[in-house]
Each structure stands twice: as structure tokens, then as C-alpha cells.
């Protein structure tokens, strides 16, 4: 049932309920009612007739003078006098009650019996006039105002009914909007706007579904970007190890096969020497050497091998000793607290690659001469609100640089990109703040255990 017919259903049955108990308090009071009203036009109308009795003494024609008087009170409400003698019929205190009131409401009312006045006028006899209550009177004035008031009352139903009806169609239609909104976000549409219209709940429902579809589109926006920088990335790095494998290691193993035949041929000859012998060896072991360290080169990009065997510690401490060799110009520094929470896996990593790949922009665009790192568990003070909410110890890292920071209008690389995914995918969160001629500073917060990333993604670029 909709909510228009269950207000409506509402209403009607309170006012119906309501009605019911006002007319069951009238109808039982319906019968003291009369009963009072009764006794007290008894006690008046003997009073005046008493009153008028005496007045007949004295008079040339009383009786003439008493039959006015009964032609004058035979219009009074609430009593009937007459003659006991009176031939009608209509008169007689038995007569059936008269109009719209039903018999048990007279009923309910016991009359009072009729009281009967003696009239002895000068001396003469004129019978006796009796005194009856009309219980119908009372009855019908009673029931009259119960149909007026359930008249009244239906009316005001209908009333109310209708006004609830307009205005419940009036408030509904807002919601009538939320759901079209709902039915274009369910079909994969997130620009819908619904009106913030309507009272201050349902506005505040419409300002809140606004948000949420907007939020939607920029998170959907943001995981077709990400998906894009994925399959970059994937490219790049594809481009990247063919071109090692081709400019690098594809000479040495031509240089090497070109040993093998070149001997191979001259011991067929039979003329080896074996002085040339060993100086082939001792080349073919030399570039062997060489495809073995281009070998764990590349296996160290794609996976930095001795991480669970040896520690963050020390793999950081062996990557940034081959780093000091091809960039001895700039001065790295690497301080790690001891006292830190135990990592797992995918944090290990994650801060691997974060000292990895800042380095890496270090080298290839800031002109930096120095760069500092520190590892260690993040102050409560120090970490965003986003973080500390989720609780549990979290580690702090931060690389930064001397050199002259991004310029004006620059947009972050897939790199770095790349890395405040790789800390949001942690349930962690990584800021980067260049300071124009300053330097840069990356710093990131990754909680102990890898979690749910938090629904807020930070930003990964901040200039200050």
C-alpha cells in the first residue's frame, strides 16, 4: 500500500473512532439529559400555571379565559397542558413520539409523571388541567446536534483527507525524483542532479543522493584513469625490459656465442692455441658475469629479491649502495627506527617501492645533491585524521630531497601516481609537497596491517 492511501486510512479511522466515542458520550448522556430538562420545565410550567389559576379568580368568564389560555400553551415545547377532559386524541399522554429522533433515545430519559392542578374559579369547578412532559422534544434537540456534529465531522474528514492528499503529493514528489535518480545511477549514469526540493528531511535526502552520485562518477572517473595508468605502466615496463634485454644482454650473448664458434672452429682446424684458448674462456666468463648482473637487475625491478630472507633494513641498505654507485653526486642518507612495528608482506614492499621509485624521481629531475629518508612509527600528532581513525600502529616515511622542486603547472607522473595507489590500496595515505627551489617531500602513512583503503582518496600532489 502506498504511503498516500496508509496516511488517508489513518485519518479516516481516527476521525471515525473519534466521532464513535463523542456520540457515545452524547447518547449516554443523553438520558440524564432529558431526565433534567424534564423535571426542571415540570417544575416551571406548574409554577406558571399555579400562577395563572389564581389570576381566573375574580373574572366574569373564567372559563372563556381559561380556554385561551390552553389554545396558548399548546404550542410550548418540552410539556404539554391540557384539560383532563380534552377529547383529542393527539393530547393524550400516550400519543407516539414525534419527529426524527429514534424511540430508544426518548427511552433513555424516564419522564416525570404528569402532575395535575385542580381549577375551582369562583367557586365553580373547571376539571383539572394536567401537566405532561414531551420527552420527544429533548429527544430530537439531542439527536439533531448528533447529526449535525457527525455531519460536521465527515465533513472535516473529507477535508482533511483531501488536504493530507495534496499535501502528501506535494512532499512525495521530491522522493518520486529520488527514485527516477536512482533508476539513471542503477543504469550507469552518475551526471543526474534531482532538485533539493521539498521539507528539510527529504531536501537533505536529495542534497545527500547529489553527493553520492557525484561521488560515484569521480570514483568511476578515477578507476578508468587508474585502469589507463595500469595498462601504461604494464607497457612501459614491457618497452622498458625488451629494450634491456635487447641493447643490453643481446650483445654479450652475441659477443659470447661468437666466442664459442670462433674456438669451436679452431679446434676443428686442430691448430688451437691454448693461450688464446684461456683468454677465450676467461671473455666468455667475463660476459657471463656481466648477463648474470643485468640478469638480477632486472629481477630486482620486477621483484626485489632477499626482502623476506634478509629484511627491509637491508635490501634498502643494498639498493641504496648500487644507487651511490651510478649516482655517487648525490649524498642519500637512510635512517630506520629499530623499535618499529614488525611489517607485513605487502607493507615491506609497498615501502620498498615508495624509497624505489622517489629515488628514482630524485635522480631524474630534481638536481638534487642530497636526499634523506627516514622510516619509523608515525606520530598520532603527524598522521592524518583519515589514518588515525582506522587505529593501530602505522609507519612513517618520508624521502626528501634539496633540489628545486616541481615547477609551476606540472602534473604528477605515472610514477608517482603509481605509488599513492599502491599506498591507498594499503588502507594508507601518501602526500607529496614541493616547495619551488626547495626541494620535494614525499611522506606516506601505511598502517601495520595492509586494510581496507579508506573511502576519501588523498591526493597525491601538494605544492607549497
Known sequence: MSVRFRLNALIIALSSLGVALLIAAMVVGAGPRIHAENDSIMRLAKEFVETTVASLQGTSDPGARLQVLLDGLKELRHVHIYRIDDPAPHLLPEEPLTGNAPSWLARLGAPPPPIEIPVV??????????????????????????????????????????????????????????????????????????????????????????????????????????????????????????????????PYLFAVRAAISAQKAELQRGGADREKLLQTCDLIVDRLETIQRMNRGVLQKLRPLGLEEYGLKAKLKSLLALLRESHSQVEINLAVDDEMPTCDETSRLTIYRLVQEGLTNVFRHSDATAVDISIGQALDEEAPPAIRAQGGDVIHVVVADNGRGFPEGVKPNYGIAGMSERVWATGGEMRLTSRPGGGVTLDAWIPVSAGVPHAAKPAAFHRS
Open 121 to 250: 374559579v369562583n367557586g365553580q369547578d373547571f376539571g383539572e388541567l394536567v401537566i405532561a412532559p414531551r420527552v420527544s422534544d429533548e429527544a430530537e434537540e439531542i439527536w439533531n446536534s448528533i447529526v449535525s456534529f457527525t455531519l460536521g465531522a465527515i465533513a472535516l474528514a473529507v477535508a482533511a483527507v483531501l488536504f493530507m492528499s495534496l499535501l502528501i503529493a506535494y512532499l512525495l514528489k521530491p522522493i518520486k525524483s529520488v527514485g527516477d535518480a536512482l533508476i539513471v545511477l542503477e543504469s550507469g549514469r552518475y551526471d543526474v542532479v534531482v532538485p533539493e526540493k521539498g521539507p528539510p528531511e527529504i531536501s537533505d535526502i536529495c542534497r545527500k543522493l547529489n553527493r553520492l552520485a557525484t561521488t560515484l562518477e569521480t570514483t568511476i572517473s578515477e578507476n578508468r584513469r587508474l585502469a589507463q595508468r595500469i595498462i601504461h605502466v604494464q607497457d612501459e615496463e614491457r618497452k622498458d625490459l625488451a629494450r634491456e634485454l635487447h641493447d643490453e644482454l643481446g
